[in-house]
Every structure is written in C-alpha cells, then in structure tokens.
C-alpha cells in the first residue's frame, strides 16, 4: 500500500492544493491531507472548518483522507505506515524553502521520500497568504479556492 | 501499471541519476530510463557506451529499464505507456529550468504528470557536464559515476 | 489620463523608492506615491511623518501625489481612476514576492497592469527594513534616503 | 510622443510576446517590435517569415511597428528617438539574465528607460527556444504561437 | 594582525557554523564568533548557554573566541580591529539575503570587507530554525549540532 | 606564505574583476590571476593581449601575479601550492554556478577553499561578455574595463 502524506496548514485550502492532490492521486494508494496541528502559530480560519473545507474539495475522490497530526511530519508518517511526502512547488523560492525540508525529513526517517509536482501556470500566484490577504480586505477570492468552498460560514 | 520515463543525455550517467532512480523505484512498476538521441547535439560518449554503462549501474534493479527514443518525450511517454515522467532537482536554476519543461510537457500530453525528487545533497553538485570537464583534463571521476563504470573503456 | 500607483508602506521612503519614481514620472501623467495603512502592520513611523517625508521628497515633482489608502491596492486604483502600478525591482527575490501579487491583482482587476522598474545598482541593496536596522542601531542612515529628510524629527 | 522598443530575435513570435506587446500597447503612443539582426547567430526562421509573423499578429494594433535592426539596441532607440525598451518578465532566472542589460543599458545610454511586465500566467512556459524544440520533433506549437501563424509556410 | 567576524545568533549552533569557521581558520589570524545580543528578537535558548556550546565547540581551536555584541556589527568590527566579516553561503537565497547586507557594511565602513564560504553539502540543510523546530517537536537533532552539545541542559 | 588563486577567462578583464582581486589582496601574500588556457573554447582576444591588460591593471600591485594554466584549478593549486581560490559573486545566477564548482574542487582536493567577495553595486551588471558584446557593436567600453586598458590594439 503506497501512501502519501500531503502536510500543510491548509488556513485555507486553495485551488492550488486541490489541484496538486488530484494530479498525484493516481499514482497512489491513499493520500492524506494533513493538517500540522501546531499551537503556536495563529491561523485565521479554525481547525474544523479547515477540516470541513478539504473533505468537502475531495468528497468525491475516496483514496483521499483528511487527518490532523501534531509533531515531525515524519512522526506522522511512520504512523500511519506513509512512505511518500507530496509538496507542490510553485516556484523557485519554494524550491529554495522545500529543498532542506526534504532532505532533513529524509535524514529523520530515511524510509520518507519527498515528491514534488509543479503546480499548473494558472494556479502558481495563489496561495493562502494572498488569499487571506484578499478575504480580509473584501475582496473576492472565490476564483482561489475550491469550487463550493464559502470561507464565510 | 504505473511506468516512469527518466528521461536525459547520461553523458556520461552519473551518481546524482543513479540515486534519483534507486530512490523513485519503490514507487513504480517501472522506471525507463531514457536516452533522448538528438542526433543534432554532440555528446563525449558513444551511445553504446552510455546504453551499457546505465544497464550496468541498474543491473540488480528488475524494474528498471533502458532505452533510446528520438522526438519528443512525450510522444515517448505515450508509445511506452508511460503516465510519469521522473526528474531530479539539484538547485533553484535546475528548477527554473524544470518548471517551463514540466508545464509544457503536461500542455502537449494531459496524460503525463512529471514527478521530481530533491538530489540528495552528497550528489548537489555532480553534473555530466562538470564529470565531463573533470575527465577531459584528466581528473578522478570515480568518486562522481556509478561503481564500476569505468569511462575509459 | 494615465495615472499609477506607487504602493508601499514608506517606513521610511528610501532613495530606492525616490529613484524609481523619478525614473517612472515622464512616461505617466500622474504617479500616486500610495501608502497602504494596513492598521494590523506595526510600523516604526507614524503616518504623519512618512506622508511628510513623502511630500518633501517630491516637492518640486508636479505630477507626483501622496495619498494613503486601506483595503486592496486594485480597489484604491478603481477608485482614482489609475490604470497602472509601478513597482522597483532590486534582486529575484523581489521578483518571486512580486510576481504573484501582480498576477493576483490582474486576476482581480483586468484593467489594471503592473510595470516594474530595475533598482539603478547603487541603490539595490537599500531597503526600509534594512535602513530601520541600522537607524535603530545608531547607524548613520543619511546616505540611503532623500536629501532633506531627517528621521529623528 | 512616448515611443517603446520591444527587442527580441521573435524566431518565432509566441503568445507570450504578443500579450506583452498587447498589454503595454495602451501606455505608448507606438511600440517597436524590434528584430534585431545580428548575423553571426543561426535562426531557424528567416527574417522576412519573422517579419512577416509579426505584421499579421498585430495587424490590428495602429500604434504597433515591426522594425529590423542591427547593432546595440540603445542605438536604436536614439535612432527612432524611443526612450523606452519593454521587456516581459518569466521567471527569476529571465529576471537575472535582464537585470545586468537593463543596467548597461541605462548606462550607455541615460535617455533610455526598461519597463518591464510580468508574463501572464499562462504563457510563463513558453519560449521561442521551446516551441521550436517541440516544432522540429513534430509536435502541435499552434498553442503558443499567434492565432493564423503557420511556421511551415 | 588578520581578525575576522563571524557574526550571528547562534541559537544554537550547528555543524553548518561549526564548519565554517573551522575550514576559515587557517586565513586569519583571529576569529570572532560573534553573538548578536539583540534584546528584542526572541531566542530560544539563553546567551549563556548559546556562549558555553561555542566554546566547547572550539575549545582545540586557539585563534577562535567568542563575543557578544550590541549593536551594528561594522561598529563591532571596528571596536575589534576586525577588518573581515565571514559568513557561509548555504543557496541562492541565503546569497540574496547576505548581498545587500555586505553592501550595506561596506558603505557604512570601508575598512571592512565580507567574505564567503560556500557550505559543504552535507551541511547545506542545516539550519538553526530547522533544528529548533525538530528539537522542538521531539526530533534527534544530534546529526546538525557539534558533537558533545546537548540542548536539554 | 598565504596564496589565492583567481581564475578565469579574462576576455577581457572588467573592472569588476579589478575590483575584486584588490579588494582581496590585503588578505592574501600573494593573489595569482590564472587564466585558464581551455584550447577548444573560442576567445575574443589573444591570450598575449589579455595578459598585458591584466599585468597593466595590477602593475602598482606587488602581490599580484598573472599565469595561464592548463588542466583543473585544483591541480593548477597544487602546483603553486595555493590553498585558496578567489571568486566574485555578481547574483544569486552567479552563486548557482559557483556552488557546484567549488564543492567539486574541494572534493578534488581538500586543502583548498574558495573564498567569495560580492561584488560591488557598482560593477554587478559588468561581464566579460556583456562588455563583448557591446564592443562588437561599436559602444563605448571604457567605463566597463580597467583605466588604461584599449581593447582596440
């Protein structure tokens, strides 16, 4: 069973994301959608509706999970027996971010190899930064972020 | 069946492709590693020479293929069946490099989704190119190619 | 009339940012020098103060504006009838930060285009953050922002 | 009158120049798409099919001229009394090959100004270097080139 | 007299600073691995400890001290007779955050030149924010730090 | 005895790399400035000319010396028993094609480290061949080139 951890903190899910985790789904078992869980940082959006929001993107699509983890990302993979790590790359200055990521990950767990998919043209300017930079100033974001998706309710 | 083309010169193969191969082999039924024969580029190597020296280094790895194909990769891709292309990513200018490739390769054939891995950092800085210049001025390479391979000869 | 949008925060304007604007002045009929008073940012220097700074900057620059704005820079250009943003770009990096805010406004606003200026080399390694650092240090800042500008009062 | 030079080798014209073009178009009263012909660098098309690709894609454009010319590009723009040279933007790396230029170039010549855009998302991948790649190996290019061009005739 | 400044936080130090300055060692005379004691960033661990896990880690090295300084690092410098400042290069991003910041030295203080080492890949991933958060969530970080430093006391 | 080697190409020499090599000499005993005499590569100008511009440039500079070399850097090292090489870094493109090189040369021979100097503001647009190329066009140069330097006999 090939399972891919796809970790993130999802404050919200966007396009971007939905689009990375349909495109590598058939070439595993199970992906799971995992939510970094970590106190300390402050997110905009809460944890159940993020966790709302990413069942809902994937509803249709049943080797896909949404799961909550705190810790390492390697911790949770060992634990839930995941071999892969996916991560979009959107640019050159997230290869620069993922790239020591990766290769620390791999030396805490030498069984957790990272694949990295670059997103499409169309969704490389997204990312929930900006997209909650527009939402607080009224703009709309609906175009950013999966079909069905309302951030206000 | 979930085949990946890895597609390159290997003028000559070095210890960087050698690693993204062994590293992505778990993941697929099988990995065909790819010689692009564009006859209108100059290579150091014979392509006999680079044929035997990648089927040398994949000797024990039962999944792992070689092959030539001229054309587009692509259209390689769809011959052989293959829905993934593999790459390895070294640095930020191979990304540069990578991501117009990746989003044009996915415009010709919606079927083909390019997956790359971070090289390892003990392989960051092994080229053919750099291999090449080395060998040309008559220093060791050895520590840069498979074990075995012996460029010489 | 063809009117831009010079958005920042100015804390404090640099000679970065005055070399740009004077660069960019002749090709527009009007540049608004626009500070985004996002309440939530902390800022070093009051409003009052970089609006001050601003105004003594481009005294004798009669197509050249300040005003202040809260909420999406693309609204504030709707609402001043500007069809333009003007940015500086020093290094790839601010490329990288720069290029999906200009993607994402375009997505907002169709009618709004972003031109960007190459920092002249004396002034790209100048930065309000980096100028802010050394002020606060007992650094001698004068060198990196307008002639006639004193920080201290 | 506020006249820009839009340099290049167009071997071929892409979408990509044609929006940058197209974008600037209403910030200039005439934009100069400008060949240069430096003979000592092989080009797949001859000048006059160049030529005359670009006349078609902007036969519609009043304030846009296709020209030829020969030696440094700000030369030109004193020739035709242009102070401005537009240039799309791609990625980091076309950010890093432009920036040394845009800096010469004010330097010989302090009259001239680059503005720059940031190609739309969509036509990020594309270069004339690609689509001639992907032309010689029989693929489908009418994509990426500008509606009613044919390269073979 | 050959002294250079090795400048940072150092919270903590890892075998990337570790190597830096062991393979600088043999070109000056005198380093200086210099804390930044800057009372408004938050650190995790205390300056005591920070300055205990430098000495130990050079305790065999008789031209390596440690300091802690307040303030500009080029004012430092000059306090010090320091005419060199030394810092490691991990990437492109590491280089584009050192580039202004050398430049900027440079313009407040001639006399102080800043020179580079490029880290040794095995090191390239390390960092301290890295190895807080792994220690942080419960990881090994003993792979990154200098042999014989233990965090937890 | 402290030696530093400083290769390149010298085709022809730039104030950028003037400025560099002064500014690393009071570090070293002795700076030699190698030109690497690659047969198969195609310079502009005569090896004997861009020894005499280099010798003219460093002519007030007793610890200054200029050779040619054939075969590796490291090797070249060697044999002049220099266990420094010296290289400018113009931008983050510069830093990608200089790291892979240097762990290399530390791989082939480990008692020598390449130190780096960023360039300054004022000489980061100038190359080698951007200066080519601009003299092959018949613009100016002088402000580009060591004082004294005519690249015209």
């Known amino acids: 069973m090939k399972t891919a951890i796809f970790p993130g903190s999802f ?4 396009k971007g994301h939905e689009s ?3 495109r590598a789904a058939p070439l595993f078992d199970k992906i799971i959608v995992a939510i970094g869980d970590n106190s300390s940082k402050n997110r905009l959006f809460d944890l159940e ?3 709302e929001w990413i069942k809902k993107t994937f509803k249709n699509e049943p080797n896909i999970e949404v799961m909550t983890y705190k810790g ?3 911790d949770f993979c060992k634990e839930q027996k995941a071999n892969y790590i996916l991560r979009g790359l959107r640019s050159a200055i997230d290869f620069e971010y993922e790239q020591p990521i990766a290769q620390m990950n ?3 767990n030498h069984n957790v190899e990272s694949f990295f998919l670059i997103t ?3 969704y490389s300017a997204i990312s929930s930064t900006i997209v909650k930079e527009i939402h607080k100033h ?3 974001i609906s175009p950013f972020i999966p079909e069905g998706i309302n951030l206000d309710k």
């Open 20 to 22: 990375i985790v349909k």
């Open 120 to 122: 499409d043209p169309e």
């Open 11 to 14: 404050d919200p899910i966007t």
């Open 106 to 108: 791999k030396n805490l």
């Open 49 to 51: 509706k993020r966790i």
């Open 72 to 74: 390492l990302t390697v």
């Open 138 to 140: 009224g703009g709309n």
